[in-house]
């Protein structure tokens, strides 16, 4: 913890300084939003749209894919037999790559660019191979072959990286498909680490290029490795300011190491700019980054403010569907405010029934901990269905992080029900499920973690240095959560370790020190540190 509060106090006091060389360094580039000035990706294109595909491929790397479409298509107007302006469109519809199992929908339509970049123009071939590589990934609709064509993929993309070996945009494309490729049970983090090989020393050499600090985000995406991604974090908003999910991004890094203040100010960015764009997808996705942040640092009027902008956008076209039904279901539970948990209203999903299920995870809980366990048979029976669907649809991980919410629900149930030592069972057991999967990068995190559950219901059974292990085990993977350092402070104190309970209470109180709500856990705090 010591470690992590000397980290947030060096990320603010270089942050603003680190920024200025940026924009200094950016001057170079002036009016270039998108960081385009360094990208160069070559083509047999003709020589006069050179400058806009290069743009194109900019947009790209920052999953500006709306806007990379455009450009790209921009180009075919004055190059018609530019295959690669093809390759790009087909690029851009495959979407976010960590956005898990891609429809037949997206299969149709990148499969008509490919098919038009295969028969267009004169193709080098390097640029036959990408547009036979990226082909790989459109040649089923079969959800079920989707991993199995992630991988061939891969591979094909390390034939093209290998064949042209001083191709530096070749190269982020095949550190992309590595991290693409990286499985969420692999904690040895091998595709992330080889794709970290690749991108560190390119982006060393070339520090303003938007793809490098984003992928390289992306490759340091997960616990153990998010201090790896700070420079290139605190770097990549400031080189594509017009693009949305640049501003987004650097939060995942901030997120992973309980970097609050900092994932609030560049997702207010990013949904700012979003706005202004007509993105409703963007901005509700900065919106639950926002709110998951408030929520740590105890700005609950904060929270409640964009929980009311995504309420007032949710109908909108292209909305997130996962922050819709993530935004309320943390408000709720965040607080504790198991009530209002169980009263969420659920919102049906056909196509993403994950989200549904969070929202029948919330209420579960809520109704268990509020004093009505029964109350949470309905939901839990639902996350059931929910799971089987997703196993129906082949999304093995989702479904498996259904279960564990089912998994968790049951534990709560049985927990408040009496049945006190098998609700602790089910949640350990949940809570190591949990332990071997890596969040997904669609969220901040869990809506709960279920060891930090864990450490609650020890608590309730009395059983504080049990709990006391609970919540520092999740402080070494969540680090700086309200809920998880208060339930240390809370566990330790009930053990009889007042040295580490004053600890956890002053980190609470330093952490909350811009709280614009008084939470009861604060007044608690307060008291037992003497302030």
């Not at 998108?34 to 790397?61: L, P």
Request: net charge positive.
């Amino acid at each position: 913890m010591r470690r992590l509060a000397l980290l947030a106090l060096a990320a603010s006091l270089t942050f603003a300084a680190d920024a200025r060389a940026q924009h200094e360094d950016h001057g170079a580039a002036a009016g270039d939003q998108i960081g385009a000035a360094s990208v160069r990706f070559e083509t047999s294109c003709a020589a006069a749209v050179r400058d806009d595909f290069n743009r194109a491929v900019a947009m790209y790397h920052s999953f500006w894919f709306p806007e990379a479409i455009k450009m790209f298509e921009s180009v075919l107007q004055r190059d018609s037999s530019c295959a690669l302006a093809y390759w790009g469109i087909a690029m851009s519809q495959w979407g976010n790559p960590y956005a898990g199992l891609k429809g037949a929908d997206v299969v149709k339509r990148g499969s008509a660019p490919i098919e038009k970049a295969r028969a267009a123009g004169s193709p080098t071939p390097r640029e036959r191979a990408l547009i036979e590589a990226l082909a790989v990934l459109y040649s089923s609709p079969d959800p079920a072959t989707h991993r199995d064509r992630v991988l061939r993929y891969e591979a094909a993309m390390q034939k093209v990286s290998s064949d042209n070996p001083k191709d530096v945009e070749v190269r982020i494309l095949y550190a992309l498909a590595l991290t693409q490729s990286q499985l969420p049970t692999d904690k040895t983090y091998s595709k992330l680490l080889q794709a970290a090989k690749i991108l560190d020393p390119l982006f060393t050499r070339m520090p303003m290029h938007p793809g490098l600090a984003h992928y390289i985000i992306h490759a340091y995406d997960v616990p153990p490795l998010a201090e790896r991604a700070l420079t290139a974090a605190r770097r990549y908003a400031s080189l594509a300011p017009a693009a949305p999910h640049a501003l987004h991004m650097p939060s995942h890094t901030f997120t992973r190491l309980g970097f609050w203040q900092e994932s609030i100010d560049t997702n207010r960015r990013s949904a700012e700019t979003a706005r202004k764009t007509s993105d409703t997808n963007a901005e509700l996705h900065a919106l639950d980054y926002q709110t998951y942040a408030y929520l740590q640092i105890g700005r609950d009027q904060a929270a409640k403010a964009a929980l009311e902008r995504a309420v007032a956008i949710h109908g909108l076209p292209g909305a997130n569907t996962f922050a819709v039904a993530a935004i309320p279901a943390r408000y709720a539970m965040e607080r504790g405010d198991w009530a209002a948990a169980a009263a969420l209203t659920v919102t049906p999903a056909t196509n993403t029934p994950y989200t549904e299920a969070m929202t029948h995870f919330a209420r579960a809980i809520g109704a268990a901990r509020s004093g009505r366990p029964e109350a949470a048979t309905a939901d839990i029976a639902r996350m059931a269905e929910l799971r089987d669907k997703l196993q129906s649809m082949q999304d093995a991980y989702w479904a498996e992080q259904v279960d564990i919410q089912r998994r968790v629900a049951l534990a709560w149930q049985a927990f408040a029900s009496g049945r006190r030592d098998e609700g602790i069972a089910g949640l350990r057991a949940a809570a190591d499920a949990e332990d071997a999967t890596d969040k997904a990068a669609v969220t901040p995190g869990p809506l709960a973690p279920a060891r930090e559950l864990l450490g609650y219901m020890l608590l309730e059974a009395g059983r504080p240095r049990e709990a006391l292990v609970a919540f520092e085990a999740t402080m070494k993977k969540e680090p700086n959560r309200f809920r998880g350092v208060y339930g240390a402070a809370q566990a330790a104190e009930a053990a009889g370790d007042r040295g580490k309970a004053k600890t956890y209470y002053n980190r609470l109180l330093e952490m909350t020190r811009d709280a614009d709500t008084d939470r009861p856990e604060l007044t608690i705090a307060r008291k037992f540190a003497g302030r």
